[in-house]
């Protein structure tokens, strides 16, 4: 068995289109990088605001591993009987208690090496969740009692709460991997400790847009400032994401990657 564990982790999937880039593109860049899991934020799949039972599942008929979400993933309101049991399908862990689903799962490769994910939702612009650092913390205390391998999307509008996170959970998790803004950024690093790091891992969707959405509409409502509803937008698809090297032994990042491919 290999000492390291590959993931690839999908940026914000943003409606069908989004959903085709996975289909066209996803077979290739996992045989490409012989990845071991696929983790991939889809609480944008479903016409660009939440996730639906049936496109969860298609997900996961697509060799994702695990869903993450964020704000939005109460849009679609089906989601929420079907969250209930689905490990596979995470909602922020700092939502209260009683909020139905699981903010963390574990997970196990083929190579029979456990990985543990943890999604969180900011709240700088967000709304006011539990605190996701203490939240975090607490995790993780948990996680580790079965594996050192910890990948947490942390989904969140502002750089300075991503950047903060990261450097809280250095050493502590293997990657911090920042959602939310649909923009992939250049900063992807090892931390001193050994967590890897990115700000954002971009947007899986049309790149001819404004962060997915048909850029005509968001045009008007910034002109005019009148109400108008966002559509999808369908041209020049991409798969944004970042493939991370984990020694499975230790938990240490040994590298980040962003990977953007057009189809």
């Keep these: 068995m290999s000492d390291l564990v590959r993931?690839?982790?999908?940026?914000?999937?943003?409606?069908?289109?989004?959903?085709?880039?996975?289909?066209?593109?996803?077979?290739?860049i996992m045989q490409r990088y012989a990845v071991d899991i696929v983790i991939a934020n889809g609480e944008n799949a479903a016409g660009g605001f939440g996730i639906t039972p049936a496109i969860a599942e298609e997900l996961?008929?697509?060799?994702?591993?695990?869903?993450?979400?964020?704000?939005?993933?109460?849009?679609?309101?089906?989601?929420i009987d079907y969250i209930k049991d689905k490990k596979w399908l995470?909602?922020?862990?700092?939502?209260?208690?009683?909020?139905?689903?699981f903010g963390w799962s574990i997970i196990t490769t083929n190579s029979n090496i456990k990985i543990g994910i943890i999604n969180l939702c900011g709240r700088v612009f967000m709304d006011n969740l539990d605190c996701p650092f203490r939240a975090a913390r607490e995790i993780i205390k948990e996680i580790e009692q079965e594996t050192?391998?910890?990948?947490?999307?942390?989904?969140?509008e502002t750089t300075s709460e991503k950047a903060a996170m990261g450097w809280f959970l250095d050493g502590s998790i293997s990657a911090v991997i920042g959602t939310h803004t649909h923009v992939q950024t250049a900063d992807e690093r090892i931390l001193p400790r050994g967590t890897a790091?990115?700000?954002?891992?971009?947007?899986?969707?049309?790149?001819?847009?404004?962060?997915?959405?048909?850029?005509?509409?968001?045009?008007?409502?910034?002109l005019t400032q009148m109400p108008r509803k966002f559509e999808v937008?369908?041209?020049?698809?991409?798969?944004?994401?970042?493939?991370?090297?984990?020694?499975?032994?230790?938990?240490?990042?040994?590298?980040i990657e962003r990977v953007n491919v057009a189809l």
Excluded: C
Aim: proline letters at 5%; zero cysteines.
């Design 90 to 101: 995470l909602r922020p862990a700092n939502y209260p208690e009683e909020t139905p689903g």
């Design 60 to 79: 996961i008929g697509l060799k994702i591993d695990v869903i993450t979400s964020g704000n939005h993933i109460w849009d679609k309101k089906e989601i």
């Design 148 to 156: 050192p391998v910890i990948v947490l999307d942390m989904h969140a």
């Design 7 to 28: 993931i690839f982790f999908i940026g914000d999937i943003v409606g069908n289109p989004g959903r085709i880039a996975v289909r066209e593109l996803l077979p290739d």
């Design 197 to 222: 790091f990115i700000t954002d891992a971009g947007m899986t969707g049309s790149i001819n847009s404004v962060i997915g959405m048909q850029k005509e509409i968001v045009l008007e409502r910034f």
């Design 233 to 255: 937008a369908t041209k020049d698809m991409v798969l944004q994401g970042v493939l991370v090297s984990i020694a499975s032994k230790s938990g240490k990042a040994e590298a």
